[in-house]
């Protein structure tokens, strides 16, 4: 989840910004996924000309999403995959496709614990307990569901079914298991919101990012905990990674 958007202004237009480079394959395919999506325009533009790369290059592995709402993210990939490739790649969305889960106050920051009081009326301490906090979503019309991210893209935008896979359940029971079946990763995204999912989605991952692929992290900007988690993982590689700027709020980094 991203909560610095809402849907209404999702698919916002790049107005005076430079092109893109496929900008009018962008244009269309941000249409399309504009109600799935919390994601503001450049960062779906990045993601989207990641994809195509992937493709075109041939990266190997799959596309990897950690927090996936409505599947919008995972949706304008599809469309990637389908433009520019001769073989549509597996698709693994994680989420718990429930209300978001409590911030750790001790670590996640002043914005993620006033969102969890202000729109899901939490009181007393706030632990990052793998619960769900029941009206979090309720502005944006409620959580996302497997039955939305499997309408998007298998019904709306065509891709064949035996590529998507959706793992339902909080990261930290379903990673781990599905690590097999995920392979080589080409493209991992992180929409984890706070600390500890944040770092436990990077540290169980990182490793089956191959050389050449793309590792996303949604929220750098937006939370402080995503932000030190990411910092904390990158410090015990060997050598440092350069963190692009997508937008504000969005990171990315190019494994090597």
């Keep these: 989840m991203t909560g610095h958007s809402t849907n209404g202004d999702i698919a916002l237009s790049p107005g005076n910004m430079t092109p893109y480079d496929l900008q009018p394959e962008i244009e269309q395919a941000v249409e399309r996924v504009r109600y799935h999506t919390m994601v503001s325009f450049s ?20 596309f990897v999403e950690c927090g996936v709402w409505k599947g ?38 002043e914005r993620a614990v006033q969102q969890a009081r202000d729109w899901a ?14 009206g979090f979503y309720d502005q944006l019309g409620g959580p996302g569901s497997v039955a939305d991210c499997e309408d998007l893209i298998i019904n709306q935008i065509g891709y064949p079914s035996e590529h998507v896979h959706i793992h339902q359940g909080w990261f930290q029971d ?7 079946e995920l392979g080589d990763i080409a493209i991992l995204r992180l929409d984890c919101d706070y600390y500890h999912s944040t770092k436990y989605c990077l540290e169980t991952l990182f490793d089956q990012v191959t050389p050449g692929g793309f590792v996303i ?15 904390e993982v990158l410090a015990t590689r060997p050598r440092p990674y350069f963190l692009n700027h997508a937008d504000a709020d969005g990171r990315y980094l190019i494994k090597h």
């Design 72 to 109: 919008g993210s995972s949706g304008l990939m599809a469309i990637a995959s389908l433009h520019h490739g001769k073989v549509p790649r597996d698709l693994h969305l994680f989420d718990s496709f429930d209300d978001l889960c409590q911030p750790d106050e001790s670590v996640d920051g």
């Design 174 to 180: 379903t990673l781990a298991p599905a690590r097999a």
């Design 43 to 62: 960062r779906l533009a990045t993601n989207y000309q990641m994809a195509a790369y992937c493709q075109s290059a041939e990266i190997p592995g799959t």
């Design 121 to 134: 009326g939490q009181v007393g301490p706030l632990t990052g307990a793998l619960a769900p906090m029941h």
């Design 217 to 231: 992290i949604d929220d750098y900007g937006w939370y402080e905990g995503c932000r030190a988690a990411v910092d």
